[in-house]
T-cell receptor, first 115, second 114 residues
Framework: ETGVTQSPTHLIKTRGQQVTLRCSSQ?????VSWYQQALGQGPQFIFQ???????GRGNFPPRFSGLQFPNYSSELNVNALELDDSALYLCASSTFQGPSSYEQYFGPGTRLTVT | AQSVTQPDIHITVSEGASLELRCNYS??????LFWYVQSPGQGLQLLLK??????LVQGIKGFEAEFKRSQSSFNLRKPSVHWSDAAEYFCAVGANFGNEKLTFGTGTRLTIIP
């Protein structure tokens, strides 16, 4: 069984730039969720993708957007980066139906630093 | 909306001693509850989950948690900690409807002393 993978591991960007983070879901999972974890905080839900469409969104502005591909992998795009976007970005995969949809398996994360 | 409170920011325990990490939740319906562990610079690993049924659930690495509806709590326990248990622990609650997502607490950092 292949776990959740994310790339890149680390990234440094300048304020105002755009960034794309990538995630491959665990085998057998069809749903991908993205979370932002600021230093010293718990993860905050950004959004979830199922069948290539956004299925739920947290309190994040539209400059945070995503994609899901037919193979269930996903991208998180952030435009017009701000200093406060510096965080660990976590991708999690799950099934879609029933209680197991809340049982999410996380990747190692991408550490984004905005200067 | 649901919320999760982990009252202890940092706990220090001697190796071999017992451990209890507290978690309280606020949610109007039957919650789905989870404990995750995060080692420095790593992603989150699922330790255990509660969906329904037996209120004492067993997880990996010798951890267990007990759901107490009357106290809105889901505390994590381990009878004897090992140095490798040093990490950040997060409690999370899953919603029953609407946006399917997890809401996390702010975490408890566990330090193990020899």
């Amino acid at each position: 069984e292949t776990g959740v993978t994310q790339s890149p591991t680390h990234l440094i960007k300048t304020r105002g730039q755009q960034v794309t983070l990538r995630c491959s879901s665990q085998s057998g999972h069809n749903t991908v969720s993205w979370y932002q974890q600021a230093l010293g905080q718990g993860p905050q839900f950004i959004f979830q993708y199922y069948r290539e469409e956004e299925n739920g969104r947290g309190n994040f502005p539209p400059r945070f957007s995503g994609l899901q591909f037919p193979n269930y992998s996903s991208e998180l795009n952030v435009n017009a980066l701000e200093l406060d976007d510096s965080a660990l970005y976590l991708c999690a995969s799950s099934t879609f139906q029933g209680p197991s949809s809340y049982e999410q398996y996380f990747g190692p994360g991408t550490r984004l630093t905005v200067t | 909306a649901q919320s999760v409170t982990q009252p202890d920011i940092h706990i220090t325990v001697s190796e071999g001693a017992s451990l209890e990490l507290r978690c309280n939740y606020s949610y109007g319906a039957t919650p789905y509850l989870f404990w995750y562990v995060q080692s420095p610079g790593q992603g989150l690993q699922l330790l255990l989950k509660y969906f329904s049924g037996d209120t004492l659930v067993q997880g990996i690495k010798g951890f267990e948690a007990e759901f107490k509806r009357s106290q809105s709590s889901f505390n994590l326990r381990k009878p004897s900690v090992h140095w490798s248990d040093a990490a950040e622990y997060f409690c999370a609650v899953g919603a029953n409807f609407g946006n399917e997502k997890l809401t996390f607490g702010t975490g408890t950092r566990l330090t193990i002393i020899p």
